[in-house]
């Protein structure tokens, strides 16, 4: 049997609570399933994810340039101090 060894890593502690209840739910605890992601790492030679920067969908980047108009132009667009306005506006 190898012997063990330590790693010692920060990581936020909400992250820690979360991925802890997670690796319970699937029968490991956090040493198993580090292991289990070094091995993985190993075996592909990478990262056994895919990591990549998200990008906003075509509706979405249409939304932010919508919204940054009205950002940079307040004067020129209807606003509204709640929900009640919102409904009236609509004639509900």
């Known amino acids: 049997m190898e012997k063990s060894s330590n790693i010692n890593i ?8 979360e991925a802890e209840a997670l690796f319970k739910r699937l029968g490991l605890n956090m040493s198993t399933a580090i292991n289990i992601f070094l091995s993985q790492s190993i075996k592909t030679g990478s990262i056994p994810f895919e990591i990549k920067e998200k990008k906003p969908n075509r509706r979405t980047r249409k939304a932010l340039k919508e919204a940054e108009k009205i950002v940079k132009n307040p004067d020129k667009y209807k606003s509204y101090k709640n929900m009640k306005e919102v409904y009236e506006d609509l004639g509900l």
């Open 10 to 17: 920060r990581i936020d502690n909400s992250l820690k609570k």
